[in-house]
């Protein structure tokens, strides 16, 4: 995370650094973008060597559930971007009540992943089981990658909720204000990215067979 | 209260709700129609389709939720390079991949 340098070296003259803050940000998010990066390289080139497979095991999942989750976190990201309108025109409670409303649709999405994982399980896929090893090796990849990279983005989904439920105790306390909300920001700028990396992985695992 | 901010951070840009709404809405049409296209028999274009697709949707959440087209340049160019180096990754992954 970024910090923002806060010196109180006199009452009421406060030393901060807004664009060192974003910035610190922005470098951490393209260090998530190599990360998950990688993992696209690899389903990239196992999806060109085992491509009928890839579909089979993409005609596995449910579209309408990945469906109805992007379109709770495309809602998500806007209602994180119009906490920051609210906050920045200096209406507390709307900002509160937005970052709110996007941690709630944070939760809708993980209980859909919750669901859905635990469907899979119940059919006996999930790595190593005794039911995808008897399939083919292009679908136990498409698996593999499948369970690692929605795990990996619903690592990030809960990451970013915790840190937008601290915001709004900030905002709540007077440290985000309408003059000083950069937290807020680099906030929302997490979730934007965590919204962002599904948008590629929801086509990809979902939409290609 | 005085405050000392970077110089660069000086001009604040507010994003009306109703931009957000608008973009947000365009979001929206988008997913349905990558879901629409899916379903199609579009063969080896399906990929094609779903990655612009997925591709104008990262540029719209880039550009205006996160702010992008608002701040200085240098974020701008970042962000720039970052997408460059991951694009590179994967072109030269399939040159080394695709002629074995």
Redesign the interface.
């Known amino acids: 995370m970024t910090t923002t340098a806060v010196g109180t070296h006199a009452v009421?003259?406060?030393?901060?650094?807004?664009?060192?803050s974003?910035?610190g940000m922005?470098?951490f998010l393209?260090t998530e973008?190599?990360l998950f990066?990688?993992m696209?390289?690899i389903y990239?080139?196992y999806r060109?060597?085992h491509q009928a497979e890839f579909e089979l095991g993409a005609k596995e999942l449910d579209?309408l559930v990945g469906?109805i989750n992007?379109?709770v976190l495309?809602?998500s990201?806007?209602t994180v971007?119009?906490s920051?309108?609210a906050i920045?025109?200096g209406n507390k409670k709307l900002s509160m009540l937005l970052v709110g409303i996007t941690i709630a649709l944070a939760l809708v999405f993980l209980v859909n992943k919750y669901f859905e994982w635990s469907h899979k399980f119940a059919v006996g896929l999930y790595p190593q089981s005794p039911e995808l090893l008897t399939k083919p090796q292009g679908e136990i990849l498409y698996f593999g990658l499948y369970f690692v990279m929605t795990g990996l983005h619903a690592l990030h989904v809960i990451i970013g909720a915790i840190v937008l439920a601290v915001n709004i105790r900030f905002i709540q306390r007077d440290i985000i204000t309408k003059?000083s909300y950069v937290k807020l920001?680099v906030g929302?700028?997490y979730w934007?990215l965590v919204?962002?990396i599904w948008?590629?992985l929801?086509?990809?695992f979902?939409?290609?067979? | 209260?005085?405050?000392?901010?970077?110089p660069?951070?000086s001009e604040?840009h507010?994003?009306?709700?109703g931009q957000?709404?608008l973009?947000?809405a365009g979001?929206?049409g988008l997913?349905g129609a990558?879901?629409a296209l899916?379903g199609m028999e579009l063969g080896r274009w399906?990929?094609v389709t779903?990655?612009t697709?997925?591709s104008i949707?990262?540029y719209l959440?880039?550009n205006?939720?996160?702010?992008l087209r608002f701040?200085?340049r240098?974020?701008r160019l970042?962000?720039t390079v970052?997408?460059a180096?991951?694009l590179i990754?994967?072109v030269l992954?399939?040159f080394d991949?695709?002629f074995r």
Do not use: C, N
């Open positions: 009421g003259h406060v030393h901060r650094d807004d664009y060192g974003k910035m922005w470098l393209f973008l190599i990066g990688g696209f390289v990239a080139v060109f060597s579209t469906t992007t379109m495309l809602t990201s806007l971007a119009m920051i309108t920045q025109r003059d920001e929302a700028l934007h919204d962002i948008i590629f929801f086509p990809l979902y939409l290609v067979h | 209260m005085t405050e000392h901010t970077h660069h951070s604040v507010v994003v009306g709700y957000y709404i973009i947000w979001l929206m997913t990558t879901v899916a399906i990929i779903a990655l697709i997925a949707k990262g959440v880039l205006i939720f996160m702010h701040e200085d240098t974020f970042f962000a970052a997408g180096v991951l990754f994967i992954t399939f991949y695709a």
